[in-house]
């Protein structure tokens, strides 16, 4: 076989059943060989929207996603996907094809330095030699399933895939099993937590990667502890849990930041305390706090830990639960009043006349889905009102960029969510700023006829920059809107392709959700929204 076929079968035998991609002929070897080892081709209509495809394909599913990509404009515009995924140890293998060798270094067609990359993955892999093609790959699978995981790049030379050469065995022995925690470590920190009186548990993305969400349940059960979780950790515990406490980001309120402050001792699994989790680590945390995280140059960042260990979320969470016991303390009473004054304060929002606030839109979309729903969203000020007024039931059900906070990820990450999930309801929630960065993938869902149901909250204006421009520097309001261009996302979709209609109030979103998800096939739901409305961040985070 040549190499493009031997990759590609090597592909297939790592268990990847999907690529996204858009061919070129530099791509074409390996998308011939896709067909015969049972691989599904989905072709985006941007290399921005590939990496985004896989990187939903993979947050919804668990699995490593693939991608292949043309040289240089290609691989290059993929690289804000890959960031993405490298910030949320998102497993993909971004297969890019290479200048060949002979004509690198002569500014050959889309000729871009390899290393060019190197600070967007996890691991930037060269096929020196066309016989090492598939051990390359195979370590690179690897590299991106092992704890903590992120996205990979290989790049192949083109010449090298038409090929006909014996591939190199590739290591048999896998390493990618996660780390375990030191049992001295866990009876210290289950000791700590035993004994405090008002313990808290901030759970981050690393529970979702490690599928530790039972057992987060499980110990904060047993500490009788709220939970509160970030921005990539949301869903991991169920947001009706009586020990759900709230999310941190850009709109925790007063109230939700009270139970982290108020606590006196608190354990931090899967998470690294980022800025944009902890507003630039202003945020109060018990100086007895307990780190669990994958990568040592986590701890210390931000907050000093009593106690820390480098170890995997779920060996670590099932460990704790078993020297853990059972006490009765108020951490559910924490939680309520946290969620109560936060439901007080979206409440005063809930108004059903058009043009409706966020908060209002959200709400009727979540009372209107199933709680198995699968949903990504988008990036943008839209995504903090998703946040806090959007309930998450599942590790794996509800999906957002974390530190990296791109927009435009939600439609093409929702296609992703469909492949991988093509028994489940999927739904993109975007605003409209978001969805214009992507909108083209609208014509992906007709194309490849998937049942998404896209719901653009539309005000015609990066709303989040204008608050701030007049907030802060006095401009006009709206001053980054586009009120006198309106855009018309019903015309745009059903112009691709796609089903669409517009819902001014919340019992018109419900009913409109409710007939799209009864409907096979791709709708877009506009949802106009007030281009005035309170921004999350100030409305949410005001002392009241």
């Known amino acids: 076989m040549t190499v493009g076929n031997e990759v590609v079968a090597r592909l297939a035998a790592e268990g990847v059943e999907t690529v996204f991609g858009i061919p070129g002929k530099q791509t074409l070897p390996l998308n011939e060989a896709m067909a015969e ?54 497993p993909l293998v971004h297969i890019a094809v290479e200048t060949d060798p002979e004509v690198r270094g002569g500014d050959g067609i889309h000729e871009t330095p390899p290393d060019t990359y190197d600070n ?25 399933k092992t704890a903590p995981k992120g996205p990979v790049r290989v790049g192949i030379p083109k010449n090298f895939l038409g090929m006909d050469v014996p591939q190199a065995a590739p290591p048999t022995a896998d390493s990618s099993a996660p780390p375990q925690p030191d049992s001295d470590a866990v009876t210290e920190a289950a000791a700590l937590l035993a004994e405090a009186d008002e313990p808290v548990v901030i759970a981050g993305g690393g529970v979702r990667s490690s599928e530790a969400a039972d057992s987060l349940v499980t110990v904060a059960e047993r500490l009788d502890a709220p939970v509160l979780t970030t921005y990539k950790g949301k869903g991991t515990i169920p947001e009706d849990h009586p020990l759900s406490a709230g999310v941190l980001c850009g709109g925790t309120s007063p109230e939700v930041a009270a139970v982290l402050a108020d606590s006196d001792v608190a354990l931090g699994v899967g998470t690294d305390f980022d800025a944009v989790t902890t507003g630039h680590w202003s945020l109060d945390v018990p100086d007895n706090l307990v780190h669990v995280t994958l990568d040592a140059d986590d701890i210390g960042t931000g907050y000093d830990p009593a106690l820390a260990m480098v170890a995997d979320a779920d060996a670590t969470l099932s460990a704790l639960a078993e020297e853990l016991p059972d006490v009765e303390r108020n951490g559910s009473e924490r939680a309520r009043t946290a969620r109560d004054s936060d439901d007080d304060r979206i409440d005063d929002l809930l108004d059903d006349e058009p043009p409706i606030t966020s908060a209002a839109a959200l709400r009727a979309v979540r009372s209107a889905l199933p709680k198995d729903t699968v949903v990504a969203a988008d990036a943008g000020g839209f995504r903090i009102w998703t946040l806090v007024a959007f309930s998450a039931f599942g590790p794996r059900s509800y999906v957002n960029p974390g530190s990296w906070a791109t927009m435009g990820t939600g439609l093409p990450s929702a296609i992703g969510a469909k492949v991988a999930n093509p028994d489940s309801d999927v739904v993109a929630l975007t605003g409209d700023g978001g969805l214009m960065m992507c909108i083209h993938e609208l014509h992906t869902l007709a194309a490849e006829n998937l049942d998404v149901t896209v719901v653009v909250f539309a005000n ?83 002392e009241r």
């Open 37 to 90: 080892h049972g691989i599904e081709y989905i072709m985006a209509r941007h290399e921005t929207a590939v990496s985004h495809n896989a990187w939903g394909y993979a947050e919804t599913s668990g699995e490593v996603a693939a991608t292949v990509v043309i040289p240089g404009p290609g691989d290059m515009n993929a690289m804000n996907g890959l960031k993405n995924a490298l910030n949320d140890c998102t």
């Open 460 to 542: 015609d204006d990066y709303a989040i920059i204008s608050e701030e421009a007049e907030r802060s520097y006095g401009l006009s309001e709206t001053a980054y809107g586009w009120v006198d261009a309106p855009l018309s996302f019903t015309d745009i979709a059903e112009g691709m392709g796609v089903d669409a209609t517009t819902a001014e109030s919340p019992a018109a979103i419900k009913n409109a959700l409710t007939e799209a998800l009864d409907t096979d096939g791709p709708t877009l739901i506009a949802v106009p929204t007030d281009p005035t409305e309170p921004q999350a961040s100030e409305w949410m985070g005001a």
């Open 120 to 144: 967007v993955v996890k691991e930037n892999y060269l096929v020196a030699e066309p016989q090492g093609a598939v051990a390359t790959l195979t370590e690179a699978i690897r590299t991106a």
